[in-house]
């Protein structure tokens, strides 16, 4: 028998959830700790345990977000076109939304099942059973009214897609959003070299010029005291490049950082900039068994165009992924000509999405369509061609 229970924190979550989520740290108990402790004031957190009598099969994140896009879309310069379906779509989803997944980093870190026990679709009736308790729930406790539901990200060729019917029958929309870029490592990249010696004359070059341009700023890992000393400078830098960015859904904590290298111990790695004894700039890692997962970073923009702060992070992030023999290097979302420009290639991905209303929801996909426009930015080739 198939039956599904809801949590409300990790520290009630039934015995057994890390040994069957041990490929994926970000729905491990020491990460969701870690983000209990240090999550947007936004965000409120629910886990789903899917049972088949009393085994433990599967697993669910879901966030109840509080998201008024009005106030989350910033102050740069777009068209009068995108303002207006700006202000349609923050109308369409202004509020209470539940996302199945995880906000606060790209990639489909929400849901697992052993496929061996339970099938997709048993799996994901459970889940839509929890969800609609859950939004039960809200209306009844907290006086709140879910207006949208969203299952995050899935890639373009992942076997979910062939479900259809589950999706169809919950009335979820698939909508395309923008790519994951994502490097793969050579097998002939042993270290830094074998890499810069791959690329072309042009890349190699803007490599060298980048490096040459670091100047006196030195790269250096914090540890638990480095980051708690520095909290209040890490948020800082963080905030700077939070504030320059077109759309976002939440603002981090000052303690995140800090509570992250808690939990995670040598899984998180933070890395400063420092020019003289001032932190300038900083990135963040999650290690994630065969994938090095890039996480949040923040730098001065005094320093970031003079000492191409970003372009040496990117760089950065590669070589420590060479050295320690990570298979892939997940970069995300944003700035995607530029992780292009060191190797990484923009894999498609999308999301699954309803709106409680049923008009609004028959118009949604369209909607999304029209604020995830083709891509308008150029994709790079900075390795040389293999010769067969």
């Not at 048993?122 to 609609?132: D, G, I, N, P």
């Not at 859904?249 to 790695?269: A, G, I, M, V, W």
Request: glycine share 4%; proline share 2%; net charge positive.
């Amino acid at each position: 028998m198939i039956h599904y229970n809801i949590y409300k924190s990790f520290k009630n979550l039934p015995e057994g959830w890390n040994s069957i989520v041990n490929h994926d740290v970000f729905l491990q108990l020491e990460y969701l700790n870690a983000l209990e402790e240090a999550s947007p004031e936004n965000i409120q957190w629910f886990y789903i345990g899917i049972f088949k009598d009393n085994l433990l099969v599967g697993v669910a994140i879901v966030q109840r977000v509080q998201l008024y896009l009005k106030d989350i879309f910033r102050q740069t310069k777009i068209s009068c076109v995108k303002t207006f379906f700006q202000d349609v779509v923050s109308k369409v989803l202004k509020g209470n939304i539940l996302v199945v997944g995880n906000l606060m980093h790209t990639g489909q870190h929400g849901i697992f099942f052993n496929k061996e026990i339970i099938s997709k679709t048993q799996f994901f009736e459970a889940v839509f059973s929890a969800l609609s308790e859950i939004k039960t729930n809200i209306k009844k406790n907290q006086k709140k009214r879910i207006r949208a539901i969203m299952l995050k990200d899935y890639f373009d060729n992942d076997s979910i897609h062939n479900e259809i019917e589950i999706f169809n029958s919950a009335k979820l929309h698939k909508v395309f959003v923008q790519p994951n870029m994502i490097l793969f490592m050579q097998p002939e990249w042993l270290k830094k070299e074998d890499y810069t010696a791959s690329l072309t004359k042009k890349y190699r070059d803007r490599y060298k010029r980048a490096r040459k341009k670091l100047n006196s700023i030195k790269s250096v890992e914090l540890n638990v005291d480095d980051i708690k000393r520095h909290t209040a400078d890490l948020h800082g830098l963080y905030m700077n490049v939070s504030n320059n960015a077109q759309f976002n859904t939440f603002l981090l904590p000052e303690n995140h950082f800090y509570s992250l290298k808690l939990q995670l111990q040598d899984r998180f790695k933070v890395y400063g900039y420092y020019l003289k004894d001032t932190l300038v700039g900083f990135y963040t890692l999650i290690l994630n068994n065969e994938a090095l997962e890039t996480y949040f970073l923040g730098y001065d923009e005094e320093h970031q165009y003079p000492n191409q702060l970003y372009l040496n992070m990117l760089y950065d992030m590669l070589n420590f992924g060479i050295d320690n023999k990570f298979k892939t290097i997940v970069y995300a979302r944003t700035a995607m000509e530029i992780k292009s420009s060191v190797g990484a290639e923009a894999k498609p991905m999308v999301v699954y999405m309803k709106h409680t209303n049923g008009f609004l929801n028959a118009i949604l996909k369209q909607l999304f369509k029209l604020m995830n426009p083709s891509q308008d930015w150029e994709e790079r080739h900075p390795f040389k061609t293999k010769k067969t």
